[in-house]
């Protein structure tokens, strides 16, 4: 199945709406609390929950506790990088340990952090992503379609039910879409049931926590008016006229290839939530990579890093329903992408808000001062 794709026009004529900055009666989470003056001394968390959205981080799997103190330090949300994903807690099917997973959320919830859930159907990556023998097992089953789906619904309930009410947000799906192109990506959950296993993940996690936001959570390459960004709000689209339990797009914003287009980024934002859809931008990183056009000129690496940052705080703050920002890693001295191929090459990348010393560096600052001023540069 191919998802019905919204007319590139719709993109580019939505109008990004500015923050609201109405002078309503003054209270501690106003435009007056003193987080949002100009030149205020107060962290990327204070700022972000006096600016009513979040600003999280991926905690990785064994952090120290000089890591864990820079995280509730400076961020109000928290991800696990992979200690939820099913290949993490279960590397082949129904055989589980939760322990990572179940430390992640002590560590979170004692440090009274938002918690996005992450993620409970992924296609990618087998004994990561999902257990490493689920394709063979559908491939050998006489029904691959009924044994996905009992596959599915048994992990969605463990998961969902093992951390119901204390998960805000789940990327109940990951990356539906092929990596590079704009059809549904032919993983081992759609050879199994074609396009019915999104529905049913969402259905399933619906029921079994009904408060929890559910999300669908991918990776739009860099040209954020593309083809792939496309077929993802017609994904969502369709998702939504099939009457699926669906809150909220991830827009994951790893920066590798270049950095995006302020305009580009704002109107994918604001047709998403022209929809009806809460939208975060789940897993930032900026890759030396995506700032090479700059560097060539001479610029310093940070302050590009720090404009590229900027470009994305500035697309979500534009758009009310835009909920929280998060970066995939909390400092620099912890890249997933510096051991991953093939931008293991240019490591170091030093990606992330917080140097190898876990102190706030210019994008830090640049992503506190636009959650201060609303998103004015
Ligand atoms: C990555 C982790 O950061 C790595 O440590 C792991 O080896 C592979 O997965 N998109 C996603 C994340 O949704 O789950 C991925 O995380 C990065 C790309």
Aim: glycine residues 8%; charged residues 20%; contains cysteine.
């Amino acid at each position: 199945m191919l998802p019905t794709l919204i007319p590139a026009l719709l993109l580019a004529t939505l109008a990004c709406q500015p923050p609201s900055q109405d002078s309503g009666p003054v209270d501690d989470t106003g435009p007056s609390h003193p987080c949002l003056q100009a030149g205020a001394d107060c962290t990327l968390a204070e700022t972000a929950t006096a600016r009513g959205v979040h600003a999280g981080a991926a905690v990785p799997n064994g952090p120290s506790d000089e890591r864990l103190a820079a995280m509730t330090t400076h961020f109000d949300s928290a991800t696990a990088e992979n200690a939820m994903k099913w290949g993490a807690t279960c590397p082949t099917l129904g055989s589980c340990d939760y322990t990572q997973a179940d430390a992640f959320m002590d560590f979170a919830e004692g440090a009274r952090l938002r918690i996005r859930g992450h993620t409970l159907v992924w296609g990618q990556s087998p004994g990561h992503g999902h257990p490493g023998d689920l394709a063979t097992l559908a491939e050998q089953a006489d029904d691959p379609y009924t044994f996905m789906e009992q596959a599915i619904t048994d992990h969605v309930t463990a998961m969902v039910g093992r951390y119901r009410g204390r998960v805000e947000s789940w990327d109940v799906i990951n990356e539906p879409l092929a990596p590079f192109g704009s059809t549904l990506d032919e993983s081992v959950f759609y050879n199994a049931m074609g396009p019915d296993y999104l529905d049913l993940a969402l259905r399933v996690a619906h029921q079994v926590d009904p408060n929890a936001r559910l999300f669908v959570n991918e990776y739009v390459v860099s040209d954020y008016d593309g083809d792939k960004a496309l077929a993802f709000v017609g994904l969502l689209d369709e998702l939504m006229a099939r009457g699926a339990p669906i809150h909220g797009a991830g827009i994951q914003a790893h920066l590798y290839l270049e950095v995006p287009e302020l305009d580009a980024l704002t109107a994918l934002i604001a047709t998403i939530a022209a929809l009806g859809l809460d939208v975060e931008l789940t897993e930032m990183d900026v890759a030396k990579l995506a700032l090479q056009e700059q560097l060539d000129d001479g610029e310093d690496l940070f302050e590009a890093q720090a404009a590229a940052y900027g470009v994305l705080v500035q697309a979500c703050l534009a758009e009310p329903r835009c909920t929280g920002v998060t970066t995939w890693g909390i400092d620099d001295g912890d890249s997933w992408l510096d051991s991953m191929p093939p931008y293991d090459a240019m490591a170091p990348h030093l990606p992330l808000l917080l140097d190898t010393d876990l102190q706030p560096k210019p994008a830090y600052h640049t992503v506190r001062e636009l959650l201060a001023s609303g998103g004015e540069a």
